[in-house]
Every structure is written in C-alpha cells, then in structure tokens.
C-alpha cells in the first residue's frame, strides 16, 4: 500500500504540487500521512528484527535447558542409581520399574487385531465391519 501510496503522490505532484481537492485531500496531507506510515513501518521492521533476535537467543537458551535437564537427571542417577527412589523423584524411570518389550510379543488389548471381519451390505453399497 505505500508503495502505491507512494507512486500516487508522485502522479498527482506532476499535476500540482500544491493540489487541494477540498475535504482534507491535499498533496501535502498525502504526503505527511505517506511519510507517517513509512515512520511506523520501519519500527515495526525494528521491532520485528528484535523479536527474531530473541526468538532466536530463546531456542539456543531451550536447547541448552534441554541438554542441563538431561545432564541432571543422569548425575542424579549417577549418584544415587537408576533403581533409586531419588532417580524417580528426580522425574526418571527407576530401571526396575521399566516396561521390558520383547520382540515378538503378542499385541496388548489396545492394538489388538479382529479376529473376525464381516461384509455387510447397506444402502450406501458394501461395508465392512470387523468385530472380536
């Protein structure tokens, strides 16, 4: 829009530098209200440019949190061990307390598979509906 606003001053300069066409529409006043907006889109530029800096500074600082994060709970159960209550406090999974998954296993009642899948046909055409 400024760029226009812009290329429209220059047109209706080459006309009358000083055109007024009544109700506040004066070459001047375009002019100033051009000049206003260039003003505030280059803070916003500015403003824009700080908040990538600090975005960026932002997602260094949350890596390096992530990384402290993870140093503290394995010093954690460094010292007090993985079967510790501290490790578990501490917000890790106390090695005898973990799920052990073998190969193989046969699905848990939440993945497990029909073992029956029926067609039935309906209105709509054929469906199929599976059931346990």
Not at 61 to 84: C, F, P, Q, W
């Amino acid at each position: 829009m400024l760029e226009r606003a812009v290329r429209r001053a220059a047109s209706i300069n080459s006309i009358d530098p000083k055109l007024d066409l009544g109700n506040g529409l004066t070459l001047p006043a375009f002019s100033t209200l051009i000049e206003t907006m260039r003003s505030k889109e280059n803070a916003y530029n500015s403003a824009l440019s700080s908040l990538d800096k600090l975005y960026r500074e932002m997602l260094e600082t949350e890596d390096e949190l992530g990384d402290m994060t993870e140093h503290m709970l394995m010093a954690v159960g460094t010292r007090y061990g993985k079967s510790s209550i501290e490790y578990g406090m501490a917000g890790g999974v106390p090695k005898n307390q973990r799920r052990k998954g073998l190969r193989g296993e046969p699905p848990t009642s939440d993945t497990e598979q029909p073992s029956f899948v029926a067609s039935v046909e309906g209105k709509n055409g054929k469906k199929t509906v599976a059931t346990n």
